[in-house]
């Protein structure tokens, strides 16, 4: 008996879910197409055993389609000055990035200022010239079609906003013209009218990408609706059409923080996906539901998170996904990112399409050279620089310091950081493109300030961060001027790198020893980089007389070329030249100058060929304390485009040929 009524309860508990999960899929907002996937998923459900595994994933997909906000949209505050100042308030300088994004911003807003032009497509006399009445009071700019056939003629001519277009007509049918908005103009916007009857072809329709679709007979305050949503969710997607925004520049150099006062600008959500850590595709496009444990992709599930449909999506380090990768996680992303797709972009896991045509998709990468081809050919690349010591000094009192006063609940007794102080903690606990170490630092003083505040209870006076307390709190100094502070060698010469956290010094070294005339390479040379190190040494042999050393000088011995820091792998040609120049040094025995750096690709005629990332470079140089950097004479544009405090405190020498800067570089 005590069975029977037990299950007797489950009957009834499972009723009820259904018709909670019926009324929640009503209330979605899904499109319809998705509302019968949904519906005949619940009655599979309402039919399943609850104990079965089958029964708990259909009954949480169900769930996770309900959880999704199929038509929530936060409305954009298109105002081009509301941007712009709080883009100049959270952010110091970057003025070049700026100006990009408000440029972006003002097409937006002029494309949206424009009425709406809408064509209207009907072989029925009386509804046609209704339709089109009543649209041309509500101040659309309305065009009229008899068939398909005109429409076509039509659409040739002129692209509009929102087309609305009965399905059933001779000849040209709808569908038909649907395709040929679509091929023509991807982000215009269909509505299909159908008759009653015809609620497949409906789906259908909305399959191969209409808006929408209202039935016969229709009242013409739901066309008005349907409209009025179709011209919103064009204008929050106008963003996306054309370019997308990739951010590149050495971490810390305000990428993030400028996407979310982006969003903030803009009154939109801000969500954020890494990119750099993702194994295989499924994490962007999801698993199928089919597979043990399938979860939804990345980009849906930070939508649902998000809890609209059109956030600002950042995708973090697109960069670092070509690599070790199952399956092609790059056209997952292109879809994703394609305007004329991705309005039925397909998760695996929810396995209906869902629309992406809202999101306004940043991209951030470190160095855009390695985004892949396809996926950079639709990005507008905006390049984020390293900072140089003003600009940190700038942001830090500006900014950051502020900020982590009130983080730490210092507002009461605000710490007063003196300009020498915090260019202490810049030269001597950071070294860094960006700034996201001198902010850890300054946080942490910022926290040992405020646990001395609450032992000593309230201080008399105002708390004061000179240079001198800067040991107490951050320890014993980090870094040291590596150029400055050390002796001249013989066969160490100071060369510039660039890598993904921005410039770097690296200092190459040269050794000789008797032996066989062989050549050893170390220091995790890549082939690239070894291949130049062999160069440079044919260079200098047949070049010998030049530079003073005699033919035989090489017969006797091995050669040796190190760079430290052998844990990091480098590679590239840039330092062919300053290889060159350790062994001129060693041969010679002349030390080389220290706070000299060189960099610039050899030939095996000792020609000086261009190299990339020079403001990297310039900067790494400056922050070890390099007074002088020799810089291939083809880079002389880079050079000159580069705002002048970037070029202040070094001097910066261009040359064809090596035997230029001999006396320069050599003691
Ligand atoms: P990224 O995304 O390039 O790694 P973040 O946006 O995370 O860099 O920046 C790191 C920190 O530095 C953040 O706290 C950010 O607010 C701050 N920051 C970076 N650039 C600036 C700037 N120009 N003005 C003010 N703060 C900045």
Redesign the pocket.
């Known amino acids: 008996m005590g069975l029977f009524k037990k299950s007797n309860q489950t009957e009834e508990s499972q009723i009820t879910i259904v018709e909670e999960l019926s009324n929640k899929i009503s209330q979605s907002g899904m499109p319809s197409h998705v509302k019968d996937v949904a519906m005949k998923e619940l009655e599979l459900l309402s039919k399943m055993n609850p104990s079965t595994a089958e029964y708990t994933i259909t009954l949480t997909y169900i769930e996770y389609l309900v959880s999704l906000p199929w038509n929530i949209k936060t409305s954009d505050n298109l105002n081009l000055e509301r941007a712009e100042r709080i883009l100049n308030e ?5 003025n070049d990035v700026k100006n990009r994004i408000l440029e972006h911003l003002a097409v937006k807003i002029l494309s949206s200022n424009r009425n709406s032009r809408i064509l209207i497509v009907d072989d029925e006399d009386i509804t046609r010239k209704n339709l089109e009445h009543v649209l041309k009071k509500e101040n659309y700019e309305v065009v009229a079609a008899k068939n398909g056939k005109e429409a076509f003629e039509i659409l040739d001519k002129q692209e509009f906003e929102i087309v609305l277009t009965d399905i059933k007509m001779e000849g040209l049918n709808g569908f038909a013209v649907l395709e040929k908005v679509k091929a023509k103009y991807p982000s215009t916007k269909v509505i299909m009218i159908t008759a009653y009857a015809a609620v497949d072809s409906a789906v259908e329709a909305i399959k191969r990408g209409a808006f929408h679709y209202i039935a016969k007979p229709f009242k013409i305050e739901e066309v008005k609706l349907a409209i009025n949503k179709a011209v919103e969710d064009r204008l929050s997607s106008i963003s996306t059409k054309g370019s997308i925004l990739c ?1 590149a ?12 006062s982006i969003a903030d600008a803009l009154g939109r959500k801000f969500a954020r996906i890494s990119l750099g850590g993702i194994k295989d595709e499924a994490e962007i496009r999801g698993h199928r539901r089919t597979y043990a444990g399938a979860k939804p992709g990345r980009i849906i599930e930070e939508i649902r998170r998000a809890g609209v449909a059109n956030p600002v999506l950042m995708l ?1 380090e697109i960069d670092k996904i070509c690599q070790d990768f199952k399956g092609d996680p790059a056209s997952a992303l292109l879809e994703a990112l394609d305007p004329e797709q991705n309005y039925a972009f397909i998760d695996h896991y929810l396995d209906v399409p869902f629309d992406l045509s809202g999101v306004m998709f940043i991209v ?1 990468a470190n160095i855009p050279d390695n985004i892949q081809h396809a996926l950079l050919d639709r990005m507008e690349v905006i390049e ?1 620089s390293g ?1 140089t010591e003003e ?1 940190k000094k700038n ?1 830090a009192l ?3 310091i502020p ?1 982590q006063i009130t983080e730490q609940g210092l507002t009461e007794f605000p710490p007063e950081f003196s300009e020498e102080t915090i260019l202490k903690i810049i030269q001597e606990y950071t070294r860094e493109a ?3 170490n001198l ?1 850890r630092m300054i946080a942490t003083i910022c926290r040992k300030i405020a646990t001395e505040v609450v032992r000593e209870n309230k201080p008399k006076n105002s708390i004061k961060v000179t240079p001198e307390v800067v040991e107490k709190y951050l320890g014993p100094r980090r870094y040291f001027f590596e150029v400055t502070d050390a002796k001249n060698r013989v066969g160490v010469v100071t060369g510039l790198v660039w890598t993904e956290t921005g410039g770097d010094i690296i200092f190459i070294e040269a050794a000789k020893m008797r032996g066989k005339r062989e050549l050893i390479l170390t220091g995790s040379l890549g082939n690239i980089m070894k291949e130049s190190a062999q160069a440079a040494l044919s260079y200098v042999r047949s070049n010998s007389s030049l530079f003073g050393i005699s033919e035989e000088a090489f017969d006797a011995f091995d050669i040796h070329i190190h760079i430290p820091q052998g844990a990091i792998l480098k590679d590239g040609p840039s330092a062919g030249a300053t290889i060159a120049m350790a062994l001129i040094s060693l041969f010679t025995n002349r030390p080389a100058r220290r706070d000299v750096a060189v960099t610039g690709e050899l030939t095996l005629s000792g020609r000086i060929l261009p190299v990339g990332g020079i403001k990297e470079k310039i900067l790494a140089a400056k922050r070890a304390g390099v007074k002088t950097v020799i810089v291939p004479y083809r880079n002389k544009v880079d050079i000159e485009n580069l705002p002048d405090d970037f070029k202040k405190g070094v001097e910066i020498i261009f040359i064809e040929k090596i035997e230029d800067v001999i006396d320069t570089i050599l003691v």
């Open positions: 959270r952010h110091y300088g970057l951010f520049g050495p971490p810390g150099t305000g990428k993030t923080s400028i996407g979310k973090d951030t984020f900072y600009e942001i500006k900014h950051l900020k960006g700034i996201r902010e």
